[in-house]
């Protein structure tokens, strides 16, 4: 079972943005930016293009209306996305407010307290 499996059955707790049956939004716990939030789907998937396509669009509809409100939300030039996968093997879009390039590649990292990632989430869960 993936660590986003546990997540999503309520095992670990997450700083969580947004559900709906199918999907899954809460914020990265290691994120490169504030308001850092990853989509997941709940059916455990390993590669975004093993899904389904009826699943895979519902997944970037989804994150689209995710993206939106985390622009609404969070001070940022533009949303950025990625999926990688190499160190959780269930699918996940990262969205990622940008400022700078630097903030798409995984290198910057930022330090938040839990009361900063509560505050983002709903930040970003206010403006859906
Ligand atoms: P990757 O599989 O390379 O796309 O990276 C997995 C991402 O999941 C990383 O950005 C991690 O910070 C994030 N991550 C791993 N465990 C958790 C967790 N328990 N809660 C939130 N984010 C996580």
Redesign the pocket.
Known sequence: MS??TK?INGE?P?YKVAENEKFYA??????NAKG?T?VVPKEEVNKLFDLDEETFNELMIFSRKIAIAIEKGVPCKRIGMS???????HV?V?LIPLQAMEDIQ?IKKVKLQPEEFEAIAKAISDNL
Do not use: A, M, Q, R
């Open positions: 660590v986003f997540i670990i997450s809460f914020l990265d716990i290691n994120p850092h990853l999926v990688i996968g190499l160190e959780v093997p996940h990262h995984f």
